[in-house]
């Protein structure tokens, strides 16, 4: 959920300085066409850590749109009148009105979230708190509310770095209280339980936007970006369509810095190592697959990557230290005519491992918003449901007792070219090598930003991506070996 | 939820002689081009009480369609197989494909209606997986699965007569198993839990159709045109359509009998015994409202019915016992400019009591399924979602604390006619009488069955509807009076 937001983006003080004032113009200008035609309101949810930047976010935008046309509203502690009313109901009387922006500072999910990060409410409670807006905001999108849900994030430490500066600048000192330091000593539990929150609540009506806040030049643009982007593109909709919302996904950063961009796919071993290791990993591996807790449990693993990205090796390299009775190797590729007549996730339903059981995905679920995205096999309203149920799918699986672990292999665009050519030229491997294969390559740009969508909403801490730098294939197949075992003996000693 | 499933249906043997043989050609009909053209697949779920004709139901869909293209599953225990994965894995795997039928006996709602009446999962459980049924039917429903969900009714009598009847039946007898007699002794508890249930994933694009189970011809018919209905509904249209189902409402039974019909509308009292109660029932609200307890509580009362029921004399009734500082009533007439702005339920969520307070509607947020629907203000797929949308809003009131009291004060069309005369020709009448008036009355019949729906899909336990036979003032007063009072005095024991 917060990968992209970890990896640092910033933007300089001159690009900034250039960018501010169109921007501007264009909110105003959309500003004033959403007065003129008030066919929608325009909610605006600000969420995130302390010190990321919420409330100086909220300043701004008051300051770049016309305020009269605006309301900002900061929900503090529940007060006697709204006590007695349903919970909602304070949220409700607040709505900005069709022609208007709200912007609610500490929504409804603020006070889910605390309550559960306080302990105040049990895991059930919180869900069915959850669930609770999930109705709401699908009604909302129903009868037209535009809704943009940010959440500014920072890392552990970065928020102990923002805290600490904003301390030390006499301006902004007042920022910081007790009450954000008490914040900073439960990082881990807020984080944990807003991610929660945020995959049940990450829809295609109204999916989450996820902003880094440790830098005010990129925040502030990414904001007022995402903002103009969505009024504008519902303002070009002759209706509401409900299946899909209208915020932008931001998988181009304003920054042009994408999380794939941040791995260093050289690394490498060398080949004295990787025997050894090799041999190490593989008997562990085997024997966390025979240990008797692992026969309550079961083990899916899903391998996407780019083309020659050695996949089918490392595939090997784990079977082979697997008891052949005991798992299953799923090659994923077009649906068959039997599954094209099913629900899509049925296909995958049927290979769902059982007890003691190993399920090795080559290519998986996430075909639906790779390749279906990118080639225009699936729907817009589609492929952006499809996060989220995939999310639930891979959910279900886990509260069923499955230890999920998925890869992307990740290979430079060079590296794949000298291997399509070494497949060709290869009379064994020329197998491997397509016309679709010359023809992904040229949409390389739009895959990885596909990847990196979906690594960002389908990441979570029970099901997270591991990304592979898959340049070297040792080093990639030792990574990939030492992920699943930890990840087993992680989960097994764990107990769920 | 059961209301017009408990009126006493039934069709004659010679009616229902005659038109089998129509409904068995058209069904194949659309078999036979859903097969041709297979766009979507139909999933049947059949529910409802033990002795209500499940079982035959199923037996004759598969004698009255090509079986061949249908596909029974019955889902008993669960087996080794289906334990070792996600609950949900068994149904899936079992999905009709696209141009199939399929039929499923004891679906997942059996798992999770039966695992909380017999006591195995606590409420937030059962909540937690009714939501996951409701994530898997949105998403059937994206994916173009057309779902019909079945409840065969009875009413605790009507099961009792209807399992001794079978088991004096030689040929039925084997119907009557030991489990049925012990679930009969759970009447109330699989009522009341599977109303809940049914309320909760009671969608717009997924309804339940509840049909009285007690006569086989009534049962019989009604099923098989609900599915005619369904599936020309579905392939008249180019595309799905997920923000209403093309299930059929059943509205208008095929026996022609209608819950409002089943009133004795004339129902009188004598003058001096309406004066005494009158009083009485005023003394009595009026202590209950200065109860302690109910300073905990709220109390709203929603009134509708058919113009120049009488609501205002009811409401004045009520109101001469209250103290004025306590109450509010609200008048609910088109929606202002400002209301128009947001969110249909806004202007209602405005009103919400505070704790100690009532609320009188004057016409309330049902508005929307009767003159939004039945003029055509509102869309289809905004009325199909507003059932929902309502017993979800009235639910987070009562678990807020709220009282709420819904009556439908019903007159007879000559006696309407009537009662419009004279306003006419009563001068400080007249502003009371418009030409909107005559102009509903023109529709009387399709208001009817839009008071029907919507009596069946928002009456549940927690907040049902009262019918008030109110042809004689006196006696629909008294009525009210009467049923404030005891749901008021109920709630307040009960403490909940």
């Known amino acids: 959920m917060f990968e992209s937001a970890e990896i640092g983006h910033s933007i300089d003080k001159e690009t900034y300085r250039k960018a501010v004032p169109p921007l501007r113009e264009a909110l105003l200008d959309a500003q004033y066409e959403l007065k003129q035609k008030p066919d929608f309101p325009v909610l605006i949810l600000i969420h ?14 008051n300051a770049w749109l016309d305020p009269r046309l605006v309301r900002a509203v900061a929900f503090g502690d529940i007060n006697d009148e709204a006590r007695e009313r349903p919970w909602m109901w304070r949220y409700w009387r607040e709505l900005p009105q069709k022609g208007r922006i709200g912007m609610f500072f500490g929504s409804y999910y603020s006070d889910v979230l605390f309550s559960r990060v306080y302990g105040e409410t049990e895991r059930n409670d919180f869900d069915a708190r ?22 500014f994030h920072l ?82 909709r002759d209706h509401v369509f409900v299946a899909r919302s209208d915020t932008p996904l931001l998988a181009r950063p304003i920054d042009e810095k994408l999380l794939l961009d941040t791995l260093t796919l050289d690394q490498t071993v060398d080949k004295e190592h990787y025997r050894t290791e090799l041999d190490r990993l593989q008997g562990r591996l085997n024997g966390l697959t025979r240990d008797p807790r692992f026969a309550q449990r079961s083990l899916v693993l899903v391998f996407e990557g780019n083309d020659a990205a050695g996949k089918g090796g490392a595939i090997r390299r784990i079977t082979q230290a697997l008891d052949v009775r005991r798992y299953r190797i799923v090659p994923v590729a077009a649906p068959t005519e039997e599954e094209r007549a099913q629900p899509w996730l049925w296909r995958f339903w049927r290979h769902v491992p059982g007890k003691g059981k190993v ?49 992307w292999l990740a290979i430079s665009k060079d590296e794949q070219l000298q291997r399509f050519k070494l497949r060709e030229e290869t009379g064994f491997k020329r197998f491997k090598i397509t016309e679709e294969d010359w023809r992904n390559r040229e949409k390389w740009e739009d895959y990885k930003l596909a990847v990196c969508d979906m690594i960002d909403r389908t990441s979570t801490s029970a099901v997270p991506w591991t990304m592979v730098e898959a340049n ?18 992680a989960r097994l000693e764990a107990g769920a």
Not at 53 to 61: A, F, P, Q
Not at 379 to 385: A, K, L
Not at 472 to 489: D, G, P, Q, S
Request: hydrophobic share 40%; net charge positive.
């Open 130 to 151: 959850i669930h609770d807006i999930l109705r709401l905001e699908r009604m909302l999108a129903n009868d037209g509310v535009l809704i943009l849900k940010f959440w």
């Open 48 to 61: 995130g850590f302390d010190g990321a930047g919420r409330g100086e976010t909220m300043n701004l935008l």
């Open 359 to 407: 399920a090795i995905f080559d290519r998986s679920w996430y075909g639906r918003v790779l390749v279906e995205r990118v080639e225009g096999f699936a729907s817009e309203g589609d492929w952006m449901r499809a996060y989220y149920e995939i999310n639930d799918f891979e959910h279900q699986l886990v509260e069923n007792g499955a230890i999920v672990v998925k890869f």
């Open 155 to 236: 890392s552990r430490e970065g928020q102990k770095k923002r805290l600490k500066a904003l301390e030390k600048d006499s301006a902004n000192a007042w920022r910081v209280t007790e009450k954000d330091w008490q914040h900073y000593e439960l990082y881990d539990k807020i984080r944990k339980n807003a991610e929660h929150m945020m995959r049940l609540t990450n829809t295609a009506f109204s999916p989450w936007i996820v902003v880094d806040g440790s830098d005010a030049h990129y925040r502030s643009l990414a904001v007022g970006k995402a903002l103009l982007e969505a009024i504008r593109n519902r303002q070009a």
């Open 472 to 489: 070297n294939k040792h080093y990639a197949r030792l990574k990939i070996l030492a992920t699943v075992c930890n990840a087993l003996e």
